[in-house]
């Protein structure tokens, strides 16, 4: 009997199940996406206007992202979500998680597309993913290189698509950066305290700019100009060196500001200064 048991057929079933993916949506952050980009062509500036509602020429770049996702005609969410979960970041320096396309303020100093990509695809390890979406403005400037993530993504079992969308013109804005502003950060009373600085700037060849030394002495409670001169901005693409001097009367902690005064038509205001503590 037990022979016969053991010889008998066996019956099996096969059930398939269909496991619903997930899609990264991710969204930059950064403070350019403030930036409110002016130089655009009229066949451009329509296309955009139809998918986001928007002007592009006066409103933010993240505004017009918002705009799109606004935008009932298309309804993006809603047609990426009908086979897949979304999730949806935003990201700079670091990586937020859930949040909504509407509520995302453009803060973060830095573009880490790599690292965002890294630590997102942690968040869902294990699940099924569709694909990535970048939504960004440039090119990823820290973090882990862009390459590495992509890789990852390739060499992966399922080898995950990304797509990026591009937001703003291919232009560079008109901007003025300070950088590398240094000084000795000890010095004696009645010495000169001497700021060397460097200066960058697209769109502004031939011009000159003023340049602000603010501080904040010991004794005092609000920062208030104590220098000031005129520079010649260097030429597009290049970085040129200056300096600025401030005699300090009395000792103990002071608080500088170096600032290079905005320009009109400049659509980056935000990195026009540096500030530095010295010890008298």
């Given at each position: 009997?037990?022979?016969?048991?053991?010889?008998?057929?066996?019956?099996?079933?096969?059930?398939?199940?269909?496991?619903?993916?997930?899609?990264?949506?991710?969204?930059?952050?950064?403070?350019?996406?403030?930036?409110?980009?002016?130089?655009?062509?009229?066949?451009?500036?329509?296309?955009?206007?139809?998918?986001?509602?928007?002007?592009?020429?006066?409103?933010?770049?993240?505004?017009?992202?918002?705009?799109?996702?606004?935008?009932?005609?298309?309804?993006?969410?809603?047609?990426?979500?009908?086979?897949?979960?979304?999730?949806?970041?935003?990201?700079?320096?670091?990586?937020?998680?859930?949040?909504?396309?509407e509520d995302i303020a453009a803060e973060g100093d830095v573009t880490q597309i790599g690292s965002?990509?890294?630590?997102?695809?942690?968040?869902?390890?294990?699940?099924?993913?569709?694909?990535?979406?970048?939504?960004?403005?440039?090119?990823?400037?820290?973090?882990?290189?862009?390459?590495?993530a992509a890789k990852y993504l390739k060499d992966r079992q399922q080898q995950i698509p990304v797509?990026?969308?591009?937001?703003?013109?291919?232009?560079?804005?008109?901007?003025?950066?300070?950088?590398?502003?240094?000084a000795e950060p000890v010095v004696m009373v009645k010495d000169d305290i001497v700021f060397d600085?460097?200066?960058?700037?697209?769109?502004?060849?031939?011009?000159?700019?003023?340049?602000?030394?603010?501080?904040?002495?010991?004794?005092?409670?609000?920062?208030?100009?104590?220098?000031?001169?005129?520079?010649?901005?260097?030429?597009?693409?290049?970085?040129?060196?200056?300096?600025?001097?401030?005699?300090?009367?009395?000792?103990?902690?002071?608080?500088?500001?170096?600032?290079?005064?905005?320009?009109?038509?400049?659509?980056?205001?935000?990195?026009?200064?540096?500030?530095?503590?010295?010890?008298?």
């Amino acid at each position: 009997l037990l022979l016969s048991i053991l010889l008998e057929p066996v019956f099996s079933v096969e059930r398939t199940l269909k496991q619903r993916g997930v899609v990264l949506l991710m969204i930059d952050d950064s403070k350019s996406m403030t930036i409110r980009d002016e130089q655009i062509d009229t066949e451009t500036r329509s296309a955009v206007q139809k998918i986001t509602g928007l002007d592009p020429t006066t409103v933010s770049r993240l505004e017009l992202v918002k705009g799109m996702f606004k935008n009932q005609d298309i309804r993006l969410l809603e047609r990426i979500a009908k086979e897949n979960d979304v999730r949806v970041y935003s990201f700079s320096s670091s990586l937020k998680r859930d949040v909504k396309p509407e509520d995302i303020a453009a803060e973060g100093d830095v573009t880490q597309i790599g690292s965002a990509v890294m630590e997102a695809m942690k968040d869902v390890k294990g699940r099924l993913v569709s694909a990535v979406i970048l939504v960004t403005d440039g090119r990823s400037n820290a973090g882990i290189p862009l390459s590495s993530a992509a890789k990852y993504l390739k060499d992966r079992q399922q080898q995950i698509p990304v797509y990026a969308l591009g937001v703003g013109s291919d232009k560079p804005p008109r901007d003025i950066r300070l950088v590398n502003v240094t000084a000795e950060p000890v010095v004696m009373v009645k010495d000169d305290i001497v700021f060397d600085f460097e200066t960058e700037q697209n769109g502004f060849d031939d011009a000159t700019a003023q340049v602000r030394l603010w501080a904040r002495t010991p004794k005092g409670v609000d920062e208030k100009i104590v220098e000031k001169k005129d520079i010649k901005l260097p030429v597009s693409g290049l970085r040129m060196g200056s300096s600025i001097k401030y005699r300090a009367e009395e000792e103990g902690e002071y608080r500088f500001r170096l600032e290079i005064v905005p320009q009109e038509g400049e659509m980056m205001k935000n990195n026009n200064a540096l500030s530095q503590g010295v010890t008298v």
